[in-house]
C-alpha cells in the first residue's frame, strides 16, 4: 500500500511555511481576543474595573485575527488559481 499523500514541491515550501505560521499566528490571536472579550464581560457583569490591558486586546486581537486569515484565504485561492 502506498502513501497517497500528496509530496509538497520544494519550491512552494517555503510558502507553506508562512501559510502555517500565518494561520497559528491567527488563531492564537483569536484565542487570546476571545479570552479578554469574556474576562470584561464577566469582569463587567461582576460589577469589578475592568483592567484597560484587557481592553486593548479584545479590540484589536479579534480584528487582526480577521484580517490575516482573510489575508490567508486570498493567498490560498490566488495559489489555487495559479496550479
Known amino acids: 500500500m502506498t502513501n497517497s ?3 509538497i514541491a520544494p519550491e ?4 507553506d511555511r508562512i501559510l502555517r505560521a500565518g494561520t497559528v499566528a491567527a488563531v492564537v490571536l483569536a484565542a487570546i481576543g476571545l479570552t ?3 474576562a ?3 469582569s463587567a457583569a461582576v460589577g469589578v474595573q475592568v483592567w484597560p490591558g484587557l481592553l486593548l486586546l479584545a479590540y484589536t486581537c479579534l480584528p487582526v485575527a480577521f484580517i ?3 489575508a490567508m484565504v486570498v493567498v490560498g485561492l490566488v495559489r489555487r488559481r495559479r496550479h
Open 68 to 70: 490575516v486569515l482573510a
Open 40 to 42: 470584561v464581560l464577566i
Open 12 to 15: 512552494h515550501a517555503p510558502q
Open 36 to 38: 479578554s472579550l469574556v
Open 5 to 7: 499523500s500528496p509530496e
